[in-house]
Structures are given as structure tokens and as C-alpha cells.
């Protein structure tokens, strides 16, 4: 063989290429030369290689040589010298390539591919060579080309594993790969092939990803699509799904965040394609895409957001993604309004979830606004998702929160989406106009009103592009009859602007308005008449306004769309007075509406009130008469049908609307200063139109003598009752409706005087002030008579009613007050002008009672004082409806300026009554019998003067108005009153909202509250302390502190045995502690509370030596008191620890959205979280000492099976599951737990003995059957929950090897066995007892030990015990009744034994 190799004449490198060329051709099988067969030869040819690296073109010559030497090898590739050959060729090629000798083009991948189909040949050893020169040059490598070597990687990784201990050599070299820097073009290579690299251990792949998505940074924008499809290729075959798709997430979320550029946005929407492509092919990298965001609400970013949109559009995902999205957004508004309520949390804390929520509104908006970068086939998605967002109706108090922080809430987040939506993406117009239309016919009212509400935002800022879509609306108004009426009234309303822009929409709506008036139901006429009141105001204000100027919007229309309504002469005032007219003859609730409507168009158009009165005086002259004795007919306005008597025409409010335009009339005409009118708050530059209105002068007048005709008529006349034929009941029923409307009419009367009163000159007032006096008499007398009050909303809404009215199915959710609560007939102005009279009043006459108490005038004096007790009443009655009724009209509504204004004018005058009615002068001695009657008047004045100011400052808090109200009450106390603030620290504070707060507690609030408890002015008392509740809690923690010790120092420093009064002391003294001092300050009230209590092994004290309030008369309650705050201490727990849960899941799954920050933040809520409940545990470790009753007893059994349960719950997450580091126990927690085990497990046990101890001597006392039922399930319950915590305990201490149980210890007693320690004097009777007990329990058992319940039932009853109806007497049932609970209570206790077990 050799000297055949050495005859064999040597072949050149252009012999060999000849030599392949011809083979290639030849489909004969033929052998090779000798030559290259012979080991000799090899040298030779591998220098042929080098010299054509040499050549001015290497890639052609390389690539041509070796592939025709790899062919030849190819034919004869078993052959151990070819093979040699094979190797020293690809080590050659290798170190030439790796050298930059080779050119990296398209030669040079056809030559790798080649090397790599007949790697099987080369030997493991020189594989691994070759391996090593490979990742030597992997400095070299910066884009794709370079890499071209590590093709070679798949092949030769497989075949190193086939070998021997292969493995362990693999895994070096992905390790040495790991460990080298990554170019650009390294990293795509290596995502590229990693697939074929076969499999690796899970920290290797989690590397591997991290890799990469930290070297993503570097990669050029256009080769991030391919990257993410090859990332999801990966992830579909099970590399690391959810650290690939969170990977993806994070980088385009956060780190691509801060470049917002077009091409980015692009890029994105190509890789939200892949993505949803992805999913298609795996619906698993879907789930994974949800459970990201479920998770960890840290990780929603506005790519999540587009991820989680785009996978919603895949059939399967719909629901799913969509729940994900709105659970999520709904966590961070709900978690934001819980931390900020919450007292225990720190500031930092409630940052991270006001920040939390800034980020989720962020991304969502985000996402939103780039959905026109290559990824409209998201836009469906957006549009789904924003309605459902309008769908769920949101807290009053979380739109309170979100207002007061800048954030947009849920529907208003709803509503940006989807006008975002409709202003850039044409094609989604039509369907968000279609859903709209779908959306309020099918939903709820509550819910529907936010489809109106963006109804009315698109109309008003896209006219033109809604213009298209009026074929669709005027199929909505369709509708119109069958809507809620609230919702109805609402649509047109919201439509309003659009039909200034549309003739068709105008008389389309007119159309359905004149269908609905003639409709049965009530509601559907309200709309109406709502509706046309509506129409002709938005008519109106578009003259005033000029909207026409709204064709030069940027947004123009065809001229066909461009139609303005030209109304006919007159305007839609004339066109649709027939409608106005049928209104007239109505229901009372219809006439009523169209009275106050009649006012709005008189607010917008001054010039309207000719025309509005020419339309009501026909009307009016129905119910007057000038030349009659009785000139007004109250009586016509009550129709009596089926029985039954209501009002018909509530002419009160009638003459009431009349008031109000004559005054808003006479306003256009004089343009009085502002001042003069504050409550209406308005400008009018119109002048009304030259000449006396004809009407105008009739109304004028007829009001005239109607007031001069109420002053001097009696009752009897003015109600023109006759003897009809109807019954007495009936009779009564008319004269009730009668007296309801003639008590408005002088409410009309008192409001027009206390408005004149306001401009009268000096010498008038007098005689105007005597006027309002007598007209206050009238009022109360008239009320006394009649039996009715207009403050009562119950009995308005009964006469009101109709006789054959149906009404409405829906309840009003939206604003459940509107339709029943009346807005009153006395402004703000006018009941701020009856306060000033009244205080005038009073001192006056309390100068005057003094005076003649010391003339012993005693008749005058009483006279005096019953006359301006009836004037104060009424005052204070007429202020607390209209402080209440306040927030029930809307802001939008024209009529809350006019008559409602700016209610804290009402402070100040409020204040100086208070201040008035307790500084009360003395009675005399001779006055002991009036004095009673005289203090219950005081008493009640001054807390309805208290109520009224509270619920002022609940209004004035919830409309941000609470510091200027504050500040004119301290400005009244400080003129009047002396009162010192300067030598304050709190009145040199800079934040003047601080200041005002600090300073009304400590100078008003608590010397009020001192003076009234001496005065023995209960009620008052504890009005008092709700109000500093209520405003200390909007104090920082330093001030809030102070008073929470003044309060805790006056429980210390008072002894009160007012029950009502403690508990409130009590809770002031607790609520305005923040935290953790307030459950200090309920740890040693309990202590106190244990004294006086007493336990089972000590004497209880009469009174408490540290807190004299403590006694047994106050004791109860101020143990209901404390339970109930530890119960909402309790129920903090429970959205904490799901909080907790959250950051374990986080911290065991290896989330890594800012994980180290994460996982401290979790920690410091999780250390506050064991804090607290120390705290609370130390709280209840008193109860459970103390002789509780009844009611207390189960209140607090309820409460520590809540705790335990929680801390179960608390105990299980400090489990960490399988395949996690075990972490140990924090020392809080094991200070938790040791805590928990002495001072409340082991008393629990004594204290639930001694509550059953203390049934079987009471077994005769009635309700003790029904009171043990109610225990088998708390009892066992609780139980249940102390043996679920120890079980996590005890589970705890096995994988962490700390004992958590060693200060537990096992009750002996579990299955609460009635211990035998009785008395002597007793034992005889008792063991009686105790015999026929158990006689009845082995009597039931014998006959059936499954039927617990049927044989309690044959105990309960005497005849269902046929031995002991034998045994027993007619004489003694009280026996037979004693024995029976006996009976009973020894089954219950065998039941426990088989359920419990014995004890332990």
C-alpha cells in the first residue's frame, strides 16, 4: 500500500478540483487516487489550502479547493486516513477563518455547511480542538458573518454527548460561551442556533436568556422582529416559557420605553404580531402572557398592555385577556384607595401604590395612543376594553380619591380610550357608536350613564365626524319610551350639541318627545318634559354662546352634514308650547319639572320671562281670584280618585317659579352689585325688552295679595274644606295635601321678604323683619294643625303620587335622591338672612326675658321665649334640608347656583346660635317648673344646630371647601368672642389648611366639648366628637397625635356615666392615634376594662383608678366600642396579607421586574403587617380574661376565629413551596407567634370552659337553647382555625429547625367537657340533673347515633319524649323544662366529644 502511494504520482490542488469535477459527474462508483489515500500526502494538501488564502481572491479559491477535497473525502469517508484528512483540513480551515484569512461571504457558509455533514468522521479529540479555536475568536466576532463558525456547535455538541463524559465537556464550553462578551452579532447567532444545541439545565438556560435580553440593548432596531420570533420559536419548544416571555415584556416595556420614536413603535407592532402569531401555534405562551401580568402587577407596562390586547384577539384568549387586564386595573385603583385609607401603612408605601396606579394608567393610555403604529389589528380589542372600563362603576369615595391625586379613575380612563380611539382610527368609529347604542339599551341605568357621559364627550368635541353617525343615534331615540327616565333624560341631553349642527336629529328628537308625552307611564313623562325643557334651552344657548363658530373646527364636513336648524320665528319656545301646554295637565311631579325648567331658560334668556308668563297666567288664574273672599283656591288643587287624595297641581311651586323670574327679571333690569345677590351667581347683560309686561304686572300683583291674604285669613278658609260627601279619613287625607302646598306658598312668601329684607333701607327692615316673624308663626301653627311637614321627603312623595301612575320598574341608582328629594323654596341667601334675624332675635328677647324675670313678668317672658323657640326651630329645620338636599342636585344643573349658592355663608351665623343657646342666662327660682320644658327646647336647638354644622363641614371636606369654611368660623369666635390664636404654635404654621384645622379643634371644638359635658349636654357632646373625628383624620400624624393624647388625657381626667358620651370619648381617644398608638391606647383601655370586668380568679373594681370613665355602667360599651375597631384592624388584615401573598409569589418565582427593590418593599410591608397584629393580639389578650356577657362573648369568639385565620394564613406563606430556598422565620414573626401562644391560645381554651360552665348553671334561662345552637358553629370553628394555624406552625418549624411551638401548649379539655368543681349546697341538684342527662343522652344514642339533629328535636319538645312525659307531673313542667335542657346540652357535648376527639 505504501509503495502503491509513493508510485502514485502527487495530484496539485488544481489536479484535485479536476478530479471532484469529474467525480461528481460519473455515476459509477470508482475509488479514489492512492495519493489521497496516503498519510504522506496530507501535508501537501493542506498547504495548497494555505497558498490560496495567499491569492488575490481567497473566497473563490478556498471555497473551491476545499469543497472538491471535501467531496472526495465524501466518496471514501470511513476511511481511518481520509478521516485524518478530514480533520486536519477542518482544523486548518478553522484556524485560517478564525485568523481573517478567509473572507466571511456566501463561499464561505457552503464550505461550513459541507464541513459540518461529515463531522461524524472526525474524532471526538479533535473536535474538541476545534471547539477550543472556535470560541477563541469569539472577540472577533461582531456581526453575523463572523459567527458563521458556530454552525458548527449543534453537530459537534451532539456528538460530544454521544461520547463518553461528553456531557460534562458541553457544558464547559456553554459555560465558556456564557461567560465571553456578547457583540450583536454573537448574541443573534446564538438565538439562533441554540435550539439544535440541544438540552441544558434550567440555571443554564435562565443564563442564557439573561444573556441575551441584557445584550438586546445593542441590537439594531430592525433586527429585533426576527430576534422575538426566534425567542418565541424557542420558548414554543419549552425553553423557559415564562422567562422568554417575560424577558420580551420587560425589555420592550421598560427598557425600549424611553425611546419613543416611530420606528420603535413600528418595531413593536411587528413584534406584537409575531407574538400573536406565536400564541396561535401555542396557545401556552398565552396562558404564560397572563399569568405574567396576574402575578405581579409590577410587570404592567404599556407592551404588556399591547400584548395582552393582541393576544385578546385570538377567539380563545377573548375573555380571558380581558378579565386580566380589567382585574388588574381594578387591584391598583382598589389597592391605591385601601392604602390610602389606611392608617397603619407608611407614607412610603402609599406612595408605591399611588405610583402603582400612575403606571397602570400610563401604560394604558400609552398603549392606546401608539395603536396606529402597525398595529391596527388591536384596535377591536381597545374598543372592547373601553367599554367594559365604562362598565364598571366605580365608588363615590374611590373618584373622590382619585380627583384629589390627579389620577383619572376608571371611567374616566374608559372614556380617554375610547375618544382617543375614535379621533384617530376611522374604521373604529362606527363600531364605538354601535356599542354605545347596544351599551345603554342593555345595561343597568348606573351603568349606562357612563355611555351617556361619553356620548356627550364625543358629541361635543367631534361634531363633524358624529354628523355621520346620526342614523345610528336617531335609533337610540327610538328608545326613548322604554328607557330608565333618568337615562332617557340624559341621552337627549348629551345630544344637545350635536343638534345644533343637524335639522334631522332636532325634529327627530321633537318626534319622540311628542310620542313619549302621551305615554302612560310617569317616568317616560318627566323625560319628556325634561327633554323639551332641554331643547329650547340648548336653543337659546347657542344665540347666546354663538356655537355657529364651530364650522370653522378643523374637522369640516361635507355641506350636506354642515345643515344648521333655522327655527321658525318665535324659536322652539313657540313651536313646542302644545307640548308645554299638555304639560299643565299632567301629574303634579310633571308640572313641577316644567316649573323649574321654565326658570333654567329664564337663567339662560332673561328675555324669555314675557313669553313664559303670557304661557302660565291662564293657568295661574285657575287657582285665583281677585274678587272672591278666599283668593286662593288650595282646594282645586287636590283630585280625589280611587279613594284616595293627592295633589294635582302643586301650586307652591308654581308661585315659586314666578318668584324666581320676577326676581331674576328685576335683576336684568337694575344689575344690582354682586354682593347683593351671592347666592345666584350670575351675570346678565341682556336687558329686557323696553315696556311694562302685562303678565309680568298680573304676577306681580296677584303674589302681593296672596301675601297680604295669608297674613290675615284662617286656616279654614284658606283650605276651603267643605262637608263633601267622602269619608273622614278621606277628609283628613285632603287636608293634609291642602296644608303641604299652603305650607310651601309661605315658604314662597318667606324666601320674597327674606330677599327685600336683604335690599330694604333702615326704616323698612323693621317692618319687613315683624312680617317674617308672623309668616314663621304661621308656618309652625300650621304644621301643628295639619300634622304634615314639607322636611319630610316620605310624606311628600305619598301626596305627590298619582292615583293611577305606575312607577318606574328600574330603581335610580345613578342618584337615588334626585326623583324624591324637592329642591327647597328658600336660597342660601335668604335662610343666611333668617339666621342673622334670628340671632337678633334672640338676644333680644333673652335681654327682654331677664328683664322681666326680675319684674316678675312671668306670662310675657314664657310668651316670649315659646315664640322665639317656634322662630329657631323652624330656622334650623329649614337650614338641615337644605345642607342635606345640597349634595343631591347635580354641579351642571343651573338651579344649584341660584338657590343653593355658596353654602358656607351658613357657618358663621350657625356658630354664633351655638354660641348663643349655650350661654342660655339662668331662670330664676321661681322658674323650677318651666325649667325642664325650657332646657329640652335649648337642648334640642343646639343639637340640631351642631347636626347642621357637622353635615356643613362634611360637604364643605367632600368639595375641598373646608379650609375657608374653617376659617370664617375663626374668624367670627376670634371678633366676637375674644378668643386668642396668636400665642399658638399651630397658628404659625406656613399650610394654611393645617393652620385652619389645628386651630378650629384646639380653640372651638375642645372647650365646646368640655362646656357642654358640664352642662350635661349628651347628645351635643357626642356630635361634637364626631366632627373632631372627622376633621383630626385630615390632620398630619404630629397633630393628629396631640389631640389623640388630649383625648386620651380627658378619659383620664373626667368621670362620665353617659354611655353615649364615653363611647364617643373613646373612640375620639383611639381614631385620632395614628398608628401603632391607637391600639396602645385600646391595649390599656382593655387592661382598665379587665379590672373593673373582673376575671374568674379576681375582684373587679367599681370604677377604674386610671380611666375614671371606666365603671360598670359604661363598661359594656366601651368594650363594644374597642371591639368593633379591633374588628376593622382585623379586616385590614385581610387585604394585607393578600398583599403579602403577592410579593412571596414574586420572590419565589424570580420575577425580575425590579426585583431587589421589590422584595425590600416586601419585606417592610410584611415586618408592619406582624407589628400590627402584635399590637391587636395584645388588645384582644385582655378580652380574653374578662367575665363577658352574651353578645360580647360571641362578638369577641367571631373575632379571634377571624384572626387566627389569618394568621394561618400568614404562617403558610412563610412555607416556601417545593423547588425554593427555605427562608428563615423573621424574628417579628417568631415574636408574633410566641406572643399569640401565651397571652391568647392557652387562655382561649379557659375561656370557652368557662362559658360552657356558665350555660349548664343557667340551663333553665330561656333563649339558652337557641344561644348553644348558635355556638356549635362558632365554637367549632374556631377550633378549627387555632389547629390550622399550629398545624402551619408546626409544618414551619420542621423545614426551618426553629421550635415555634415552644411556648404552646395542648389544652387538655378540647372537647370542652362541663368540669364536676361544684359547691357543696349544689351537688345534690346538680348531680340530679347531671343523671338524667346522661339517662337521655344513652336513651338517644340507643336509638340512633347518626341522628343528632332529630334527637335534639325530641328533647326540645315534651311530647316527643315519652319517657319523660310519663315520668314528669302536670306540677312539675319548670322540672321537666330544667331536665330537657339538660338533656340537650349532654348530647351537645357527646356530638363534640366524636367531633373533637378527646383531649390531647
Known amino acids: 500500500m505504501t509503495t502503491a502511494a509513493a508510485a502514485s504520482p502527487p495530484l496539485t490542488d488544481t489536479d484535485i478540483i479536476r478530479l471532484a469535477a469529474q467525480k461528481n459527474h460519473q455515476t459509477d462508483v470508482v475509488s479514489l487516487p492512492e495519493y489521497l489515500l496516503s498519510l504522506q500526502s496530507h501535508e501537501t494538501l493542506i498547504s495548497f489550502l494555505h497558498s490560496r488564502a495567499s491569492s488575490q481572491s481567497p473566497s473563490q479559491a478556498i471555497s473551491e479547493y476545499t469543497c472538491s477535497l471535501l467531496s472526495l473525502i465524501s466518496l471514501s469517508h470511513h476511511t481511518s486516513s481520509l478521516s485524518s484528512l478530514l480533520s486536519s483540513l477542518l482544523s486548518a480551515y478553522t484556524h485560517l477563518f478564525t485568523s481573517l484569512k478567509i473572507p466571511r461571504d456566501s463561499n464561505s457558509v457552503k464550505t461550513i455547511r459541507f464541513f459540518n455533514t461529515l463531522l461524524s468522521d472526525v474524532p471526538v479529540n479533535e473536535i474538541k480542538i476545534i471547539l477550543d479555536l472556535i470560541l477563541s475568536d469569539m472577540k472577533q466576532v461582531v456581526n453575523l458573518d463572523d459567527a458563521q463558525m458556530l454552525d458548527l456547535l449543534p453537530k459537534c455538541f451532539d456528538l460530544l454527548r454521544e461520547s463518553e463524559k461528553g456531557g460534562d465537556y458541553v457544558n464547559l464550553v456553554f459555560d465558556r460561551l456564557l461567560d465571553c462578551d456578547w457583540s450583536k452579532g454573537l448574541l443573534l447567532k446564538l438565538v439562533s442556533i441554540v435550539r439544535e444545541l440541544g438540552f441544558f439545565d434550567k440555571r443554564r438556560c435562565s443564563e442564557f436568556l439573561m444573556k441575551v435580553f441584557e445584550g438586546m440593548k445593542i441590537v439594531d432596531l430592525q433586527d429585533l422582529p426576527t430576534l422575538v420570533y426566534q425567542l418565541l420559536v424557542l420558548a414554543s419548544r419549552g425553553f423557559n416559557k415564562r422567562e422568554v416571555v417575560e424577558g420580551i415584556v420587560v425589555f420592550f416595556g421598560s427598557k425600549m420605553g424611553s425611546k419613543v420614536t416611530s420606528i420603535v413603535r413600528q418595531v413593536e407592532g411587528t413584534v406584537l404580531l409575531h407574538v400573536n402569531f406565536a400564541v396561535k401555534q401555542d396557545p401556552s405562551l398565552g396562558q404564560e402572557v397572563m399569568g405574567l401580568v396576574k402575578l405581579d402587577l409590577r410587570a404592567f407596562n404599556h407592551f404588556a398592555v399591547a400584548v395582552l390586547l393582541s393576544v385578546a384577539r385570538i377567539r380563545k384568549f377573548s375573555e380571558s385577556a380581558m378579565g386580566i387586564l380589567k382585574t388588574a386595573l381594578l387591584t391598583a385603583y382598589r389597592d391605591y384607595k385601601f392604602s390610602k385609607d389606611c392608617m397603619w401603612l407608611p407614607n412610603d408605601s402609599k406612595d408605591e401604590f399611588l405610583q402603582s396606579v400612575k403606571v397602570v394608567e400610563k401604560a394604558v393610555l400609552r398603549a392606546v395612543n401608539e395603536s396606529n403604529y402597525g398595529r391596527e389589528h388591536v384596535v377591536p380589542s381597545i374598543v372592547q376594553f373601553g367599554f367594559i372600563l365604562l362598565e364598571s362603576v366605580e365608588e363615590r369615595s374611590l373618584k373622590e380619591h382619585c380627583q384629589s391625586n390627579g389620577l383619572l379613575g376608571i371611567e374616566k380612563l374608559g372614556n380617554q380610550i375610547l375618544k382617543t380611539l375614535f379621533e384617530v382610527h376611522d374604521m373604529a368609529r362606527s363600531e364605538i357608536v354601535e356599542q354605545c347604542k347596544f351599551r345603554v339599551l342593555s345595561l343597568k341605568p348606573e351603568q349606562s350613564m357612563s355611555v351617556i357621559r361619553l356620548i356627550g364627550n364625543l358629541v361635543q368635541n367631534y361634531p363633524y365626524p358624529m354628523l355621520e353617525h346620526v342614523s345610528r343615534l336617531k335609533e337610540l331615540l327610538d328608545y326613548f319610551t322604554f328607557m330608565h327616565g333618568k337615562v332617557a333624560t340624559y341621552l337627549v341631553t348629551a345630544l344637545l350639541p350635536l343638534i345644533n349642527f343637524s335639522r334631522d336629529l332636532q325634529d327627530y328628537t321633537i ?63 313657540q313651536e313646542l308650547s302644545a307640548l308645554l ?156 295635601c291642602c296644608s303641604l302646598i299652603l305650607l310651601g306658598i309661605i315658604e314662597v312668601v318667606l324666601n320674597t321678604i327674606a330677599n327685600e329684607l336683604e335690599k330694604a333701607a333702615d326704616a323698612a327692615k323693621g317692618a319687613l323683619e315683624k312680617e317674617l316673624i308672623e309668616y314663621i308663626v304661621l308656618h309652625d301653627a300650621l304644621e301643628k294643625d295639619s300634622g304634615v311637614s314639607r322636611q319630610s321627603n316620605a310624606r311628600r312623595v305619598n301626596v305627590r303620587a298619582s292615583a293611577h301612575g305606575t312607577p318606574a320598574t328600574i330603581p335610580d341608582s345613578c342618584n337615588s335622591n334626585i326623583t324624591q328629594e324637592r329642591i327647597p323654596f328658600l336660597a342660601t341667601s335668604s335662610i343666611f338672612k333668617l339666621l342673622q334675624t334670628v340671632l337678633q332675635l334672640y338676644r333680644t328677647e333673652c335681654s327682654n326675658s331677664t328683664a322681666a324675670s326680675q319684674k316678675h313678668n312671668q306670662s310675657s317672658s314664657a310668651e316670649t321665649l315659646k315664640r322665639c323657640s317656634k322662630i329657631i326651630s323652624f330656622v334650623l329645620e329649614t337650614t338641615f334640608h337644605q345642607i342635606k338636599s345640597s349634595p343631591v342636585v347635580g354641579k351642571e344643573d343651573p338651579l344649584k347656583t341660584l338657590i343653593y349658592g355658596d353654602m358656607k355663608v351658613l357657618g358663621p351665623p350657625l356658630l354664633k346660635l351655638i354660641f348663643l343657646l349655650k350661654s342660655r342666662p339662668k331662670s330664676t327660682t321661681d322658674q323650677k317648673r318651666k325649667e325642664s320644658k325650657v332646657r329640652k327646647d335649648v337642648e334640642e336647638h343646639l343639637c340640631l344646630a351642631l347636626i347642621c354644622l357637622r353635615d356643613l363641614i362634611t360637604i364643605s371636606l367632600q368639595n375641598s371647601q373646608l379650609t375657608g369654611l374653617l376659617e370664617d368660623l375663626l374668624s367670627v369666635s376670634k371678633l366676637e368672642y375674644a378668643l386668642d390664636y396668636e400665642s399658638d404654635e399651630s397658628s ?41 373625628v372627622m376633621i383630626g383624620n385630615e390632620l398630619p400624624c404630629k397633630w393628629k397625635n396631640s389631640h389623640g393624647t388630649w383625648a386620651e388625657g380627658f378619659c383620664k381626667n373626667n368621670s362620665i356615666m353617659n354611655a353615649n358620651v364615653v363611647k364617643s370619648v373613646v373612640k375620639l381617644a383611639i381614631c385620632l392615634s395614628s398608628p401603632p398608638n391607637d391600639l396602645f391606647v385600646a391595649q390599656s383601655l382593655a387592661q382598665e376594662l379587665l379590672k373593673v370586668t373582673g376575671s374568674g380568679s379576681s375582684d373587679s373594681l367599681e370604677v377604674s383608678e386610671l380611666y375614671p370613665l371606666i365603671n360598670h355602667s359604661t363598661s359594656t360599651t366601651i368594650l363594644s366600642c374597642i371591639l368593633q375597631l379591633t374588628e376593622e384592624v382585623v379586616s385590614d388584615m385581610d387585604w394585607a396579607i393578600k398583599k403579602v401573598k403577592t410579593f412571596s409569589l414574586v420572590t419565589q418565582k424570580s420575577i425580575h421586574v425590579n426585583h431587589n427593590e421589590d422584595h425590600l418593599s416586601g419585606l417592610g410591608f410584611e415586618e408592619n403587617l406582624y407589628s400590627r397584629t402584635e399590637a391587636l393580639v395584645k388588645v384582644l389578650s385582655s378580652f380574653v380574661l374578662m367575665s363577658l356577657k352574651d353578645p360580647q362573648a360571641e362578638h369577641f369568639l367571631r373575632l379571634a376565629t377571624r384572626l387566627y385565620k389569618h394568621l394561618a394564613q400568614m404562617s403558610k406563606l412563610r412555607i416556601a413551596p417545593k423547588g425554593c430556598k427555605q427562608l428563615l422565620p423573621s424574628l417579628e414573626f417568631q415574636r408574633l407567634v410566641e406572643l399569640t401562644c401565651k397571652q391568647l391560645t392557652v387562655p382561649l381554651y379557659n375561656f370557652v370552659a368557662e362559658m360552657q360552665r356558665g350555660q349548664l348553671e343557667n340551663a333553665s334561662s330561656k333563649g339558652i337553647l337557641n344561644k348553644i345552637k348558635r355556638e356549635n ?30 411556648h404552646a401548649k395542648r389544652s387538655t379539655s378540647r372537647d370542652f367537657k362541663i368540669l364536676d368543681t361544684v359547691g357543696e349546697g349544689d351537688a345534690s341538684n346538680n348531680e340530679a340533673i347531671d343523671n338524667k342527662a346522661a339517662e337521655a343522652g344513652d336513651n338517644s344514642s340507643e336509638d340512633s347515633k347518626d341522628d343528632d339533629e332529630n334527637a335534639s328535636e325530641r328533647v326540645l319538645s315534651p311530647m316527643a319524649d315519652d319517657s319523660l312525659g310519663a315520668a314528669d307531673s302536670e306540677s312539675d313542667g319548670q322540672n321537666v323544662h330544667e331536665n330537657e335542657n339538660a338533656a340537650f346540652i349532654a348530647k351537645r357535648l357527646k356530638r363534640s366529644n366524636q367531633q373533637f376527639g378527646p383531649g390531647l
Open 511 to 573: 318626534l319622540v318627545v311628542r310620542k313619549a308625552m302621551f305615554r302612560r307611564e310617569d317616568a317616560v313623562r318627566h323625560a319628556a318634559t325634561n327633554a323639551i325643557i332641554d331643547l329650547i334651552m340648548a336653543e337659546k344657548q347657542s344665540k347666546t354662546d354663538g356655537s355657529l363658530s364651530l364650522q370653522d373646527s378643523s374637522s369640516q364636513a361635507s355641506c350636506s352634514q354642515q345643515e344648521i336648524p333655522c327655527s321658525t320665528h318665535g324659536g322652539l319656545f
Open 581 to 736: 301646554q299638555r304639560c299643565l295637565y299632567q301629574q303634579a311631579k310633571v308640572k313641577e319639572v316644567m316649573y323649574q325648567g321654565l326658570v333654567k331658560l329664564v337663567l339662560v334668556d332673561p328675555s324669555a320671562g314675557g313669553p313664559i308668563f303670557d304661557f302660565l297666567l291662564p293657568h295661574f288664574l285657575r287657582f285665583f281670584r281677585e274678587d272672591s273672599d278666599v283668593q286662593l283656591g288650595v282646594n282645586l288643587c287636590i283630585k280625589i280618585e280611587n279613594g284616595r287624595a293627592f295633589i294635582d297641581e302643586p301650586l307652591d311651586c308654581l308661585l315659586y317659579c314666578v318668584s324666581l323670574i320676577l326676581v331674576l327679571q328685576s335683576h336684568g333690569k337694575s344689575h344690582p352689585s354682586d354682593s347683593a345677590w351671592t347666592c345666584f351667581g350670575f351675570s346678565l347683560s341682556q336687558d329686557n325688552e323696553e315696556g311694562k309686561n302685562s303678565s309680568a304686572e298680573s304676577f306681580s300683583t296677584a303674589l302681593l295679595k296672596i301675601r297680604k291674604f295669608l297674613r290675615n285669613a284662617k286656616f279654614e278658609d284658606i283650605l276651603g274644606l267643605a262637608q263633601e260627601e267622602v269619608s273622614t279619613s278621606l277628609a283628613e287625607e285632603k287636608r293634609k
Open 988 to 1028: 404659625r404654621l406656613d399650610d394654611l389648611n393645617v393652620r385652619s384645622k389645628e386651630l378650629f379643634i384646639e380653640k372651638l371644638l375642645k372647650p365646646l366639648i368640655s362646656e357642654l359635658l358640664l352642662l350635661s349636654f349628651f347628645r351635643e357632646v357626642e356630635i361634637l366628637c364626631d366632627i373632631t
Open 1273 to 1302: 358553629k362558632c365554637i367549632p370553628d374556631l377550633i378549627f382555625q387555632i389547629e390550622d394555624y399550629e398545624k402551619y406552625l408546626i409544618q414551619l418549624s420542621k423545614v426551618s429547625k426553629i421550635n415555634l411551638l415552644r
